[in-house]
């Protein structure tokens, strides 16, 4: 816990961090984003779009076998609608947690996170 407080401390001061000299843990790192996120004003999808979000996952059942635009097409368009309603700060910030989130998944057979 000390160790996530100190690389919180760091954070939160700008201080420049390698995280790659071992000092801090993978899982010191990732219990300190969780917290950044939790810690979060508003969540990144934010309050007011959340409901757009669920309504655009439901797409896929009402638009699948139709002739029309594939439901894929429809969700992907809304989706990035939906994505300019974000906060610019927000959406930097999900912008580079999902790149994150793809080079976890990219290295699945390493890290054990499937």
Partial sequence: LKKQQDLLEKINKGEDLSLVDGEFSIH????????CLGNLPEPLVTNSCFPAH???ALLHDKYNN????SAADKQTF????LLELIPEEYFKLLKDLLFLLHGVCQREEENKMS
């Fill in 28 to 35: 010191e790192c990732a219990s300190v984003l969780k917290t």
């Fill in 54 to 56: 669920l309504q655009v």
């Fill in 66 to 69: 139709k002739e029309d635009k």
């Fill in 78 to 81: 809304c989706t990035q609608l």
